[in-house]
């Protein structure tokens, strides 16, 4: 592939390199955490639950491969899988952790499965908020809050017609 013949537009232009960090740790540790819990989990006599702690180690693992591939050299597949998770926009990541991470909680509601699905879900809001971008500057705001105020009074601006209704004489007097 050529340099120039990127098909994903970088996305990482405007978010510091802590925040990145900060959301791949979290999200490490958010799933090594949910994989012991998910075995804890396990142990439970309930069908619900048992699945409920089947997922959350599927999660787990799920976001300890898409977040840090390195920690699983044993499996060939696993780098195509981690460069193809850092292909995708932060949008993506954000909704599969979020999502992904309630499902286990709706199934069987306890404490390992708040816990073990908390980070993930944390994880997710990190990466929904690098997808929302970086904050404006103050001047910025200023300038757009003035020139938007300004078109509002205009529009709100209106002639009012008056509309002449007919009321009927009322019965009592």
Not at 62 to 88: H, N, Q, T, W
Not at 89 to 99: C, D, E, I, R, S
Not at 100 to 116: A, D, E, K, M, Q
Request: hydrophobic residues 45%.
């Amino acid at each position: 592939m050529q340099p120039g013949n990127n098909p994903m537009p970088l996305q990482d232009d405007q978010v510091s390199w802590w925040f990145k960090l900060l959301a791949r740790g979290l999200g490490t540790v958010g799933g090594i955490v949910a994989m012991i819990l998910g075995i804890v989990r396990c142990l439970t006599f309930t069908p619900l639950c048992l699945v409920g702690g089947i997922l959350e180690l599927f999660l787990g693992f799920m976001v300890v491969v898409l977040e840090a591939p390195c920690c699983c050299p044993f499996l060939d597949f696993i780098d195509k899988i981690g460069k193809f998770s850092e292909s995708r926009p932060f949008w993506q990541k954000g909704a599969l952790y979020t999502v992904s991470s309630l499902l286990p909680i709706i199934l069987c509601f306890s404490t390992t499965t708040v816990l073990g699905s908390a980070l993930v879900f944390g994880t997710g809001v990190l990466y929904g908020m690098m997808a929302l971008g970086k904050k404006a500057s103050r001047q910025e705001m200023l300038a757009r809050v003035r020139s938007q105020d300004s078109l509002e009074m205009n529009a709100g601006l209106v002639s009012h017609e008056q509309v002449n209704l007919h009321v009927p004489n009322s019965p009592i007097k």
